[in-house]
């Protein structure tokens, strides 16, 4: 059963403008559940372009996208926000947490935000907290924490409201090798964990390594590795 679904994604830039950037020609891709798949590409070939669209952040030009078997291109921005809001959850090269609020805060507002209450929220934020090793730094700014730890921040607050899909984009290639390697394992832990589906783009072949299966994007398309 596929949890992420891309048939035919087609993608251009600036369309049926001279400066027009074809990026993606045809895109099949799909992510079952529980599964956890690299995303290899070279700079430029389309990977934050991909992960946008399969994020709802974006619209391809033609093919489908499906999460959880549902057809998601036709649906009304409204409907679109709504999913990725409750479904799934991001993680960028770097954290983006709220410099003005806790770690656990940080945790908490997405939950608020999603209609919990603020002790089930702060529950669940001490949790995911506990999971990646950071029980005792909940009432830490984000300042007062190293690169690693505001990481495994930002990957709790991505899986605060239990997305049923998680996207990455370098989620630790922001840090030197020795702490992206223990900082990985951190984020394979929580989603191993949950049996999420992931699908994380990276240029550590190594890192890539660790996932189920590696897929690279190729001239536009998606190759097998
Ligand atoms: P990657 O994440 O693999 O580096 P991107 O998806 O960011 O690649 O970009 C793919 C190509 O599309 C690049 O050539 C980039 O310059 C171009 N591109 C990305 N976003 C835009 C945009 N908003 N307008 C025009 N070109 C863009
Ligand atoms: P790194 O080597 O990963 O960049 P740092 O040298 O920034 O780590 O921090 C080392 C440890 O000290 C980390 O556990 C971090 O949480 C803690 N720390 C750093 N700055 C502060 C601070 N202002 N308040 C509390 N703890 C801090």
Redesign the pocket.
Known sequence: MSELSLSAVTKS??KGKPNE?S?LHGVDLSVDRGEVVALV??????????LHISGLLDTPDSGQVLLGGEELTALSDRRRTAIRRQQIGFIYQFHHLLPEFTAEENIVLPQLANGASRSEASKRALELLGTVGLEERGDHRPAALSGGEQQRVAFCRALANQPRLLLADEPTGNLDPGTSDRVFGALMELVRGTGLSALIATHNLDLAARMDRVVK?DAGRVVPD
């Open positions: 830039y600036n950037v990026v590409a070279p700079s430029g070939a389309g990977k934050s372009t991909l994007l």
